[in-house]
């Protein structure tokens, strides 16, 4: 069996680096709220996340978003990559909850990575006859895109490095960081 990761009672401990700080996430979801409420206004409007890492996400933004909404929950999981890399096969663990017919949907996303996993999403939601669907991702890694997709909103462009906090985790824990932080390498190196 794999050794577990060894990790610092105190999480904020294992951080290398802060990447995005609390207050530029917190800055910059308040600003696409108000792009997609002037942009959508007027407008069946349905947020979609993806559980888990776009929990927090999705909170923050639906609430700075001003126009009316509907909210539903997606839940995927990449298998037969690691924890660091996605293999681009997607499971869906859990589906809508209800119809997106005819309605106007925002995919919210936590990280575009290759983009492997919201191809498949946007195939599949397609399928569903949605008015439109366009994309919102809070974190953008250019660097190890796959495929080409277009997306609408972006929070931040980063590097090529595994991160950590907002959602995202790294072995199912440092989801509850508040920052965007990369880990350091005595933690991988335990894993
Ligand atoms: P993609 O299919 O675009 O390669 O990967 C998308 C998913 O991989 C994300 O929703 C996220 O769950 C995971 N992922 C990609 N990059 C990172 C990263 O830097 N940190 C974490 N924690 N997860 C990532």
Known sequence: MAALPERHPNLFEDV?????????????????????SADYAGRPLTLVSVLKGSLPFMADLMRAVTIPLQIDLMEVSSYGGTATDSSGLVRILKDLSASIEGK????????????????YLLRYL??????????????????????????????FTIPDR????YGLDYGEVYRNLPFIGVLKP????HA
Do not use: M
Request: negative net charge.
């Open 162 to 165: 595994f991160v950590v906090g």
């Open 186 to 189: 005595e933690v991988y190196s």
């Open 104 to 119: 106007d949907v925002l995919i919210v996303e936590d990280i575009i990575d290759t983009g492997l996993t919201l191809n």
């Open 16 to 36: 290398a680096e802060v990447l995005v700080t609390e207050e530029q996430v917190r800055a910059k979801v308040a600003e696409l709220g108000q792009r997609i």
């Open 126 to 155: 397609r399928g569903k006859n949605p008015r439109s669907i366009r994309i919102c991702a809070l974190l953008d890694k250019p660097a190890r895109r796959l495929v080409d997709l277009q997306i609408d909103y972006v929070g």
